[in-house]
């Protein structure tokens, strides 16, 4: 054996313990410890990628990568006050950088001082 050699086993073993969700590293660990073998976390990866496989790791949790909630404690010059989620508490906010100096994001800039209609 030289540790080197993927086989149809192999390849399907790395998708598997990919589609659990296993970091690169953890494959590697695994197949090694199952099937005997010496790969290393790089030579995985490169496998992973000509079986196609997307690479990510490590897994990003459901909800992991929404926009971080602002709360009224957070509130500071340079990030958006505009409420983006006003209708129950905790209220939270925009939370972006500021443009211009102002209290708004750049777009909520846009709704926030849009010019009032004048009377006639
Ligand atoms: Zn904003």
Same mark, same amino acid.
């Given at each position: ?16 313990? =990919?589609?659990? &969700? ?10 090694? *410890?199952?099937? @005997? ?14 079986? @196609? ?27 958006? =006050?505009?409420?983006?989620? &006003?209708?129950?508490?905790? /209220?939270? /906010?925009? @939370?972006?950088?500021? /443009? ?7 777009? =909520?800039?846009?709704? *926030? /001082?849009?010019?009032?209609? =004048?009377?006639?």
């Amino acid at each position: 054996m030289t540790g080197k050699l993927w086989t149809p086993r192999l390849d399907e073993r790395l998708k598997e313990l =990919h589609a659990e &969700g296993c970091t690169f590293t953890r494959i590697a660990w695994k197949l090694n *410890a199952e099937f @005997g073998t010496r790969f290393t976390k790089n030579a995985c990866v490169g496998r992973g990628h000509r079986l @196609g496989v997307p690479l990510r790791e490590p897994k990003i949790l459901p909800g992991a990568r929404r926009q971080r909630v602002v709360t009224i404690n957070d509130l500071r010059t340079g990030i958006c =006050h505009w409420p983006s989620d &006003g209708t129950r508490p905790p /209220y939270t /906010y925009c @939370g972006k950088p500021t /443009y211009n100096g102002r209290s708004f994001c750049l777009e =909520h800039s846009r709704l *926030a /001082y849009t010019p009032a209609r =004048h009377r006639g």
